[in-house]
């Protein structure tokens, strides 16, 4: 008589989409939880008859994908929500960077923050980048929540604070995350033209000592790449070429204004870059060449920017706009394949970084984080192809199930264990500080 295999979680009945290197679909598919890993995924008929589990969740007509990975934001910037609308990049940055030196503090970016994991968590994101002030409050509501955050010191020219002490606060704040469980320490720049070259190097340095993912904002638009020309001769990728920050541990945000020869550049060095479609369309900073990056073998991801630009944080949203606008925008519909989207979503955000071995897909042993959608529904009927319904037929609201570290965090569309109520209130109450 054989033993009972006993597991937390068994999901039967649903469609799975792995995203593992063979990019199987098990359709009647079964995905077993124990702990925080994945202990097996199955076709029906090969669930094994001892096996026993703790929960039950019978997945017929639904999508199972692994957890959605947000490779660019600023968190807390659902405070500015609709609030800078209607203006080019550098015009919304001085109006932005005016309210945050004189209305931002510990309180407000902690509730913007615990916001904006909300909002994510209910979009099927289970990790997520964060880029901006008071970073530590953003950390600890991350680790409150349970959710996966990539998130460090920002080093940047902005602002009043010194460079020696700026830096020794980036060592305070990796050592204390060494103590965290779900935040996964990075060292980031705000941009190649809010530092200067002394800041770079350090941060190369500091990249090197700790082995960490260093991220920046680079060649977001036209007057950027001009401003960065002037002051030092060189565009920002070369510029960052220069300070020996291209390379496979690199990560660059937005990547719109680039020539063929930076698009090589970055192909060779093996600098990954995250895409944020919607917001450098709402901005006016135009359309990245993502179809021509992928085409060197640039490891491509996505992220939402900020919701004070986008104006929120939806990977799904962002995927589609990313696939139509390369098919579109090129007149040459076999670009962007559905394959290549969904791992934009998923592992490419896990490659860069360097956290696939476990997040990006569903495999036996990696971290138990995964999305179920309900697809019984008028708008993904019928289901020739899964992955084109999620892409292109699918939203926010078909996210049913969500779990992160094999903890369910919402289960039928309902948080499990978050007051997303009085979090609201609380921002409405901070947001009528910005007049």
């Not at 980048?129 to 020219?157: C, K, N, V």
Request: proline letters at 3%; aromatic letters at 6%.
């Amino acid at each position: 008589m054989k033993e009972n295999i006993n597991v937390d979680v068994l999901i039967k009945g649903g469609t799975i989409l792995t995203v593992d290197q063979k990019h199987r679909v098990i359709q009647d598919g079964a995905i077993t939880i124990t702990g925080d890993s994945i202990s097996g995924i199955y076709s029906s008929d090969e669930i094994p008859q001892e096996l026993e589990a703790g929960i039950v969740i019978q997945a017929d007509g639904k999508v199972i994908l692994p957890g959605l990975i947000n490779a660019h934001s600023h968190l807390a910037m659902t405070l500015f929500r609709g609030f800078v609308e209607d203006l080019v990049l550098q015009q919304w940055l001085e109006r932005v960077w005016k309210y945050e030196f004189s209305v931002l503090d510990d309180k407000a970016v902690r509730a913007g923050s615990k916001l904006a994991l909300v909002e994510m968590i209910k979009n099927g994101i289970t990790c997520a980048h964060d880029m901006y002030w008071h970073f530590e409050q953003t950390m600890e509501a991350a680790e409150e929540f349970g959710f996966r955050l990539l998130s460090g010191p920002p080093i940047t020219g902005l602002g009043d604070q010194a460079f020696d002490e700026m830096f020794a606060q980036a060592r305070k704040t990796l050592a204390w995350l060494d103590s965290l469980e779900f935040v996964y320490p990075i060292i980031q720049a705000h941009s190649t033209y809010t530092t200067t070259p002394k800041m770079m190097h350090t941060v190369r340095e500091f990249k090197e000592e700790y082995g960490i993912t260093f991220t920046t904002h680079a060649s977001e638009n036209q007057a950027e790449v001009e401003t960065v020309l002037e002051q030092y001769q060189q565009t920002p990728i070369h510029l960052l070429a220069s300070y020996d920050l291209l390379d496979e541990s690199t990560l660059l945000a937005h990547c719109v204004i680039l020539d063929d020869e930076e698009i090589e550049l970055l192909a060779e060095t093996g600098t990954h870059v995250v895409h944020c479609p919607e917001s450098n369309l709402k901005i006016g900073s135009g359309i990245a060449p993502i179809a021509a990056m992928l085409e060197k073998g640039i490891n491509v991801c996505i992220g939402t920017d900020g919701a004070a630009s986008n104006n929120d944080l939806d990977i799904l949203g962002e995927l589609r706009t990313a696939a139509l606008l390369q098919k579109g925008s090129n007149r040459n519909p076999e670009l962007l394949t559905t394959k290549q989207a969904l791992e934009m979503g998923t592992i490419n955000g896990a490659k860069a970084y360097r956290l696939e071995k476990d997040l990006g897909s569903l495999e036996k042993g990696k971290k138990a984080d995964l999305v179920i959608m309900n697809f019984d529904k008028p708008h993904l009927t019928p289901v020739h192809n899964p992955a084109a319904n999620l892409i292109y037929s699918s939203g926010k609201s078909d996210v049913e199930t969500v779990f992160i570290n094999g903890k369910l965090q919402l289960e039928n569309g309902h948080l499990t264990a978050i007051d997303e109520e009085q979090i609201m209130a609380e921002v409405r109450s901070i947001s009528e500080k910005f007049v």
